[in-house]
């Protein structure tokens, strides 16, 4: 009687072994990508806090033309390109109004939003009582920068961010 020893690995052995190693590398693979979009998420999570922060203190130091920032903002079309002449390089005198230097730190900071694919605007924040207060909103990818009960795409609903929704809120005092 033969009696065969086996030597070595069998076929099925390193087919289970590859197969092992395969989910491990798809597993690996699929972590890379989610580490990449957590990321790019934090990163529009950074620039949009950088530009409500720049908002909210070109308006305190230009508090007089707080209405002027409301208007410009909350338009259905904020204009980037709208600099005024005071500020060109051309011209030799300095803007002199507090309109004057509002209009022109709408007209950039909408510049920055629409550099970065982002949307900007200052709606009244979502208070209790008779208070009164503004926000600044900054949405990006699909998100609009508005409070709505209606729209699947707004940032909020009552003041509660929806789940889906890419954007940052910031109080302006």
């Known amino acids: 009687m033969n009696k065969y ?23 690996f693979t699929a972590l890379q990508l ?31 033309a707080f209405s002027t920032y409301d208007d410009n903002l909350n338009t259905t079309t904020q204009s980037a390109t709208a600099t005024p002449e005071c500020i060109q390089t051309t011209n030799t005198t300095p803007c002199t109004t507090s309109v004057q230097m509002a ?9 920055q939003a629409n550099d970065l694919g982002m949307k900007i605007r200052l709606p009244d924040c979502q208070v209790s009582g008779s208070q009164s207060r503004k926000c600044v909103y900054v949405a990006w ?33």
């Open 103 to 111: 209009n022109y730190d709408t007209s950039q900071v909408v510049s």
């Open 34 to 64: 989610r580490a990449v979009d957590a990321t790019d998420e934090a990163m529009s999570k950074i620039q949009a806090m950088n530009l409500a922060r720049d908002l909210a203190e070109r308006i305190r130091v230009n508090r007089a």
């Open 141 to 173: 990818g699909k998100t609009k920068a508005i409070n709505s009960s209606t729209d699947s795409d707004a940032c909020t609903n009552g003041g509660a961010y929806l789940p889906q929704a890419k954007c940052v809120i910031m109080e302006l005092y």
């Open 5 to 27: 020893n086996q030597m070595g690995i069998g076929m099925m052995e390193i087919l289970v072994a590859l197969l092992i190693l395969a989910i491990g590398v798809l597993g």
